[in-house]
């Protein structure tokens, strides 16, 4: 049988780094007993708490880019909790009102972290996939398009603005730098040409 741990309030004597060394040690001695994930993303549960702890330490580190050192984990006892555990609890509390919502809205049951990581990884790449509104109606020929279907082989000079700017929003590139694009072609010298080409 399992021996059931408690962990005591914390009091507001001492510094912080006394009180954040007691979260740490509480969490050392229960994070192997936590295995549901409602429990553990609860607010006093064992995720949110090692998260929040871990995004205080991330905010005190001198490095730049906010990583924990090892001395520093081992000072607050969660050194020995997995390098993984403290990674996806730190990425919970980090983007807790997402992942709050995307469990509502969930029609299943997450048993860890990773799987609500992988799920929502996998809902944002399929949201990305599909077209949006916009796309989809710019998809859809007009009825201009379909009414000037077969009657003139050469474009006029409205189709070939539209297929234009499709082409620039399709690829991203900016509208004003192929107006630029276009102002730099000499026009005039070309015309020139053609015209002697075809008076000989």
């Known amino acids: 049988m399992a021996k059931s741990v ?12 006394d009180i954040l060394v007691k979260e740490g040690k509480a969490l050392y001695s ?6 549901s994930l409602k429990d553990s993303t609860k607010a006093k549960g064992f995720d949110t708490r090692l ?4 995004q205080q330490l991330k905010a005190q580190s001198t490095v730049d880019s906010g990583q924990i050192s090892r001395q ?28 709050r919502d995307f469990i ?27 077209p949006t509104e ?10 201009e398009e379909v009414s000037n279907v077969g009657q003139s082989n050469k474009p006029s000079k409205d189709d070939i603005v539209k297929s234009i700017v499709k082409a620039c929003q399709y690829s ?3 509208l004003l ?21 075809v008076a000989a």
Not at 6 to 17: A, F, I, N, P
């Open 6 to 17: 408690t962990v005591s309030k914390t009091t507001q004597e001492g510094t912080s780094l």
């Open 30 to 35: 229960i994070w192997r007993q936590t295995n």
């Open 51 to 54: 998260g929040k702890l871990l």
């Open 72 to 99: 520093t984990l081992a000072t607050y006892h969660v050194d020995k909790i997995d390098r993984r555990r403290r990674s996806e609890a730190l990425w919970f509390v980090e983007n807790e009102v997402e992942c």
């Open 104 to 130: 509502k809205k969930s029609k299943k049951g997450f048993t860890s972290l990773t799987a609500l990581q992988a799920a929502m990884r996998k809902a944002s790449k399929e949201a990305e996939a599909e």
């Open 134 to 143: 916009v796309e989809a109606v710019e998809a859809e020929p007009s009825k």
């Open 172 to 174: 991203g590139i900016d």
């Open 177 to 197: 730098d192929i107006a630029e694009a276009l102002m730099e072609i000499d026009t005039v010298s070309e015309a020139e040409e053609t015209e002697t080409k």
